[in-house]
T-cell receptor, first 117, second 115 residues
């Protein structure tokens, strides 16, 4: 069974600094997608970034980037120049696909990020 | 362009009552997913539906829970004879086609409280 593990329940970062959130996953599939979602106190689920497993190049979206290590099954999120609005729960998620079939999203338990002014 | 709409935002029920949660996917989306989030937990998959079809219900409890996505109208998640343990946030997500790279767009969730 596929699983997603986020080993840091809480993290804190100073405004304008950089923070890295960890995520590991377990799967026997070769084709899949990985996602980071942000959930602010408003409870919306907001897609931050996604990575295709078949692409070796790490995805980036403005201040957000990932370090994808397929062999190690690791998918960490780096937030640069942290802003107060980045404070939220961050969830790592996995989704397999094969041919015309696909799986649902499997989420980790989340990391609560605090940003200090 | 309206996003995924869920209603109600908050729902309070007494033990033994029925709860109906509604989800209207984004325009043009024909795939709907329901997830449940318990306090201090990540989202857990419940069911995946396309119009008039249940594709995957492996995450649904075997009893009291059902879901539908009719040809017309919103998707409904129905919980019969609710118990305290059903208290959670229920999220609906939609996607336009069978493409796992297409991100699922989430609604704001329904927070269900059982008295």
């Amino acid at each position: 069974a596929q699983t997603v593990t986020q080993s840091q329940p809480e993290m804190s970062v100073q405004e304008a600094e950089t923070v890295t959130l960890s995520c590991t996953y377990d799967t026997s599939e070769s084709d899949y997608y990985l996602f980071w979602y942000k959930q602010p106190p408003s409870r919306q689920m907001i897609l931050v970034i996604r990575q295709e497993a078949y692409k070796q190049q790490n995805a980036t979206e403005n201040r957000f980037s990932v370090n994808f290590q397929k062999a190690a099954k690791s998918f960490s999120l780096k937030i640069s120049d942290s802003q107060l609005g980045d404070a939220a729960m961050y969830f790592c998620a996995y989704r397999w696909f094969y041919g015309g079939s696909q799986g649902n999203l499997i989420f980790g338990k989340g990391t609560k990020l605090s940003v200090k002014p | 362009n309206a996003g995924v709409m869920q209603n109600p935002r908050h729902l309070v029920r007494r033990r033994g009552q029925e709860a109906r949660l509604r989800c209207s996917p984004m325009k043009g989306h024909s795939h709907v997913y329901w997830y449940r989030q318990l306090p201090e937990e990540g989202l857990k998959f419940m069911v995946y539906l396309q119009k008039e079809n249940i594709i995957d219900e492996s995450g649904m409890p075997k009893e009291r829970f059902s879901a539908e996505f009719p040809k017309e109208g919103p998707s409904i998640l129905r919980i019969q004879q609710v118990v305290r343990g059903d208290s959670a946030a229920y999220f609906c997500a939609s996607s336009p086609k069978t493409d796992p790279g297409q991100p699922q767009h989430f609604g704001d969730g329904t927070r269900l409280s059982i008295l």
